[in-house]
């Protein structure tokens, strides 16, 4: 609790100390609220990007939802361990790796 206070709150210790439960639970709440607005501005930002780049006739543009801590399938990935993260990742570059130069090459 120390370290989100005095490092993303930028805290001095005498005014954490001084600080009720009931203040410091709303300057939480409002890191957090504004750390997500964030993310929703950058999100719009990359969709408004990637919808300059042509795609296939009658695909749906991006939306800020595509790129933000959620799956195509709606589930919230926000709260995954550092484990499934890695695991993800593993899953991703092993796709990855079937393309190449634009062709995909086909496991058997």
Do not use: C
């Amino acid at each position: 609790m120390l370290d989100f206070a005095y490092g993303e709150l930028k805290l001095l210790p005498d005014d954490f100390w001084s600080l009720s439960w009931g203040e410091y639970y709303r300057m939480v709440r409002g890191y957090h609220r504004r750390a997500e607005l964030s993310a929703h501005k950058d999100a719009n930002i990359l969709a408004a990007i990637y919808n300059t780049i042509p795609r296939k006739k009658g695909s749906q543009p991006y939306t800020a939802d595509d790129f933000l801590a959620k799956n195509r399938k709606g589930q919230d990935r926000s709260d995954l361990t550092l484990e499934e993260r890695q695991e993800l990742a593993r899953e991703a570059l092993e796709k990855s790796k079937r393309f190449k130069k634009g062709v995909v090459k086909t496991t058997v």
